[in-house]
């Protein structure tokens, strides 16, 4: 049983196969922090493994008892006011204006599955038996609010989920000031925490620091969950590498403006939280209201950031990515973004198109410009009808053509702005996020539609729904280019203003919950401006999201080796764009960049029509080698061998392997060129110590130990002997 209570020492033994989260009924009867970690075997009580005792300068809960002290407890949902000074779980303001609170343990109950979290995305089981739910319910008399908190045990699977609930029984209303999603205390401080940091065109770069005592954090206050900082912390051990040691992940399942933060105290305990951001926030609880926080995967391992980031992948690929597409082969696209910007016409659409259809390739996208009086990104935004000027047969007629190639098509969107040179502005300049009688800010010339009013939602699923019923479209690019300011709405009081960016999020879900509904075989890929909501929430309705603007092969290795550290290679949309690169004007050559979009979901971003035979023989082979790969490729275990991060940073290298172990593909990427290198040598991971593996374009055969203890000298085989700036080599290893 994963889930274990105690009743005579009220301590609940969350297990899953490699972990133990251990907690207890403290005697004020709030919950108290026992463990987490490495698996252990079940006994009565883990409480005498940890010993309080008295400590000077605190202040204790009972009068004469001068241990109990929630200053020197570690605490499983905590709150401030009542002798712990760190920063807390929760506050709850109340009509008096207290923020003093009693949450005492009620009951809980134990059950098989997982239930749905209301309006949020969420980890789900397809049977019950593949996770186990404790909620235990927490009371306090005083305000007649009650907490549920609820812990799922993904047993094998090796994560455990967390969220929280807060229900207002009483007839007074409150206000949530803070309400994390979890929080975990740690009994050490001799961690580095990891996280994924960066801007636009530089997403999830990965970064370290060591932990010091006070506050550390990351957070978002710019309306998603956005490119500066990505939803999910790791405390990691100083020693702890790739495949070994100690590492705590926490990945918020949420796409709007979160925290994560880690606050060592005076003992050099450790308080990890992550939940949505308290600054600006405040969420009114009237009575009979309630309030449900979003989820928290956490997950443990004692193999280092690769084991971790493996769970993550298939826990997020499997069960919380959805829908028809969540395991089947990602079709290989063009996208004409790149190709032609804003200026397109049909007939330039269609060649675009049989050029590519002829090189391989099976879904056109035809991305920003096709609607309104879109030549610039000055308009029209909002306004989801054909521009005819450009498309004179219209969209669906295109997609008809585009079908008679025998291609799938797909269409961009960004259903939550609107320009204001538009007839949806003109006619509806209030739906737009603002605050009257100020300035509301532009962000590349567009505003924010309120999607935290049900009338915009479903002005903009009427529009975006009709020109999904009319054309045989089989994918959408879901776009959205800029962060919220200004944040307020017409619609909510005073009193509920703070809740706007919130309610915004949960409007963005809620259209994405009808539109994947009604178009259960459309492919939906997010977006936002690049990687900037490339985030947990996101992946639930879209199982694909398209990972930087940034498309440079060089850029992109560290930005997808960041992105990995949490999200499935099947997730992250990698295209082959044209040289000199537009983001940065890097010249690599078609080799290298695809053999970096390789690792990822596999497309083209370029102008077809303009390659020589060569290129289009080198375009063709590596669609043929994607197609021929791309389950293994999105589907595969991943494991990252060299880092881009690390002090030199000029090699990355990582691959991916078959569940069954019988084949794999290696990457390996060198950024600069050297003089008189030496001898560059691959330790290959995760293959059959005992299997013997072909290796493409090498005349010989290794067993896995040898691949993995003694590695395979690259320079012997290498076909380029003095490899250039920019090179990069891939194998497909295949069992005898
Ligand atoms: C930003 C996206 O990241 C690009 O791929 C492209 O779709 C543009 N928006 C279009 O405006």
Redesign the pocket.
């Known amino acids: 049983m994963p889930i274990l209570y105690n009743d005579a020492t009220r301590e609940f033994h969350l297990q899953t196969d490699k972990t133990s989260y251990i907690f207890n009924i403290l005697k004020n009867e709030q919950l108290g922090q026992l463990y987490y970690g490495k698996k252990l075997r079940h006994r009565d009580s883990f409480e005498r493994l940890f010993h309080i005792e008295e400590m000077p300068n605190t202040a204790c809960v009972y009068e004469g008892d001068l241990v109990f002290s929630l200053d020197i407890l570690k605490q499983e949902y905590p709150v401030y006011g009542t002798t712990d000074f760190r920063e807390p779980a929760y506050q709850v303001l109340q009509q008096s204006g207290s923020r003093i609170t009693n949450f005492v343990y009620q009951h809980h109950i134990i059950q098989q599955g997982k239930n749905k979290l209301a309006g949020l995305p969420a980890t789900y089981v397809e049977h019950d038996e593949e996770a186990t739910t404790l909620e235990i319910s927490l009371y306090d008399e005083e305000i007649d609010v009650e907490i549920q908190l609820s812990y799922s045990v993904f047993e094998q699977l090796n994560a455990i989920t967390r969220s929280a609930r807060f229900i207002n029984h009483g007839r007074e209303e409150v206000n949530l000031t803070r309400a994390m999603s979890a929080s975990i205390d740690l009994p050490d401080a001799d961690f580095e925490m990891v996280h994924l940091s960066g801007a636009w065109a530089r997403e999830r770069h990965m970064k370290n620091r060591k932990l010091v005592p006070g506050l550390q954090s990351i957070s978002s206050t710019r309306g998603t969950s956005s490119a500066q900082q990505n939803p999910f912390l790791a405390l990691k051990r100083p020693s702890t590498t790739e495949h070994h040691g100690d590492v705590y992940g926490v990945s918020l399942v949420y796409s709007g403006n979160f925290l994560a933060q880690v606050e060592v105290d005076h003992y050099d305990v450790t308080r990890l939280m992550i939940g949505i951001n308290p600054f600006d926030f405040n969420w009114l609880l009237e009575s009979g209201e309630s309030f449900q926080t979003p989820e928290v995967v956490m997950v443990y391992s004692a193999e280092g950031l690769n084991d971790m980031s493996q769970t993550y992948h298939k826990l997020y690929r499997s069960r919380l990515a959805r829908g028809t597409w969540r395991d089947r082969e990602r079709p290989v696209l063009i996208n004409n ?1 790149e190709a032609t910007y804003f200026d397109f016409d049909e007939k330039k659409i269609l060649e675009l198109a049989k050029s590519s259809k002829e090189l391989g390739v099976e879904l056109f996208v035809l ?2 410009g096709w609607f309104g009086k879109r030549d610039a ?1 000055t308009t029209s935004l909002g306004d989801w009808f054909e521009d005819k000027r450009k498309l004179p047969n219209g969209i669906s007629q295109l997609a008809k053509n585009i079908a008679d190639l025998g291609m799938k098509f797909g269409l ?1 969107f960004e259903p939550e702005m609107v320009s204001e040179v538009s007839e949806l502005y003109k006619t509806h300049p209030d739906w737009i996020i603002h605050v009257p009688n100020r300035n509301s800010s532009h962000g590349r010339n567009q505003l924010v539609l309120d999607f935290s009013r049900q009338e915009v939602v479903d002005y903009i699923h009427g529009l975006v729904a009709g020109v999904l019923r009319d054309a045989p479209i089989s994918y959408v ?1 879901w ?1 959205m ?1 800029r962060y919220m300011t200004e944040i307020g709405s017409l619609e909510l009081p005073a009193n509920r203003q703070r809740e706007v960016a919130h309610r915004y999020i949960l409007g963005v879900y809620s259209l994405y919950e009808r539109l994947t509904s009604e178009f259960p075989d459309v492919l939906f890929e997010s ?1 936002a ?2 990687g900037s909501r490339f985030d947990p929430g996101m992946l639930h309705y879209a199982p694909q999201g ?1 990972t930087s ?1 940034d498309t440079d092969a060089v850029e992109r290795l560290k930005i997808q080796y960041g992105t990995s550290m949490v999200y499935p290679l099947s997730s992250m949309g990698a295209h082959v764009s044209a040289v000199p690169n537009h983001q940065v004007g890097r010249i690599t050559s078609l080799k290298t960049r695809a053999e970096v979009a390789y690792f990822g979901a596999f497309g083209y971003e370029l102008d077809v029509t303009k390659m020589d035979d060569e290129e289009k023989a080198i375009v063709t082979a590596q669609i043929a080698f994607y197609k021929e790969n791309r389950s293994l490729i999105q589907q595969g275990q991943f494991y990252r061998l060299a880092s881009p991060f690390a002090d030199d940073g000029n090699v990355t290298s990582w691959m991916v392997v078959s569940d069954d172990q019988s084949e794999a593909i290696f990457g390996y990427y060198q950024v600069l060129a050297k003089p008189n290198p030496g001898y560059a040598r691959a330790f290959f991971k995760g293959l059959h110590p005992e299997f013997e593996y072909v290796i493409d374009g090498i005349d010989d055969t290794f067993y896995g130990d040898e691949l993995m203890e003694a590695g395979l000298q690259l320079n012997r085989y290498r076909q380029d002997k003095h490899p250039s700036d920019f090179s990069s080599i891939v194998y497909k290893l295949t069992r005898v």
């Open positions: 973004w991305d920003d990104d961009w690019k776009d280019n977006c401006g690049g398209w603007d």
